[in-house]
């Protein structure tokens, strides 16, 4: 069955940087576009990032463009999230994302900026 699992979050802080992966299973990960979302406490959870199936196109929000670069390894089923020069506002949890057939989630992956 399809699997999404995040890793790499933890504390950090204020100008710091985290790398943050998604290992993908049980689909044709090539195939498909990846995305990165996040959900801070008492916030909806929004989207981050988003990557085409070959890598080829990428979008951000506004709130971390210049900041945060997603990527993907085809051959690893991985996509990345790599997040610098991060604020106290980027404190959330992150959660990989897909549309297989239907919307899939990861567990999701804890990212903290506090000094």
């Known amino acids: 069955q399809v699997q999404l699992v995040e890793s790499g979050g933890g504390l950090v802080q204020p100008g710091g940087s985290l790398r943050l992966s998604c290992a993908a299973s049980?689909?044709?990960?090539?195939?498909?576009?990846m995305n990165w979302y996040r959900q801070a406490p008492g916030k909806e959870r929004e989207l981050v990032a988003a990557?085409?199936?070959?890598?080829?196109?990428?979008t951000y929000a506004d709130s971390v463009k210049g900041r945060f670069t997603i990527s993907r390894e085809n051959a690893k089923n991985t996509v990345y999230l790599q997040m610098n020069s991060l604020k106290p506002e980027d404190t959330a949890v992150y959660y990989c994302?897909?549309?297989?057939?239907?919307?899939?989630w990861g567990r999701g992956t804890q990212v903290t900026v506090s000094s």
């Open positions: 994302n897909g549309y297989m057939g239907r919307e899939y």
């Open positions: 990557i085409s199936s070959a890598g080829t196109t990428t």
């Open positions: 049980g689909f044709g990960f090539a195939s498909y576009a």
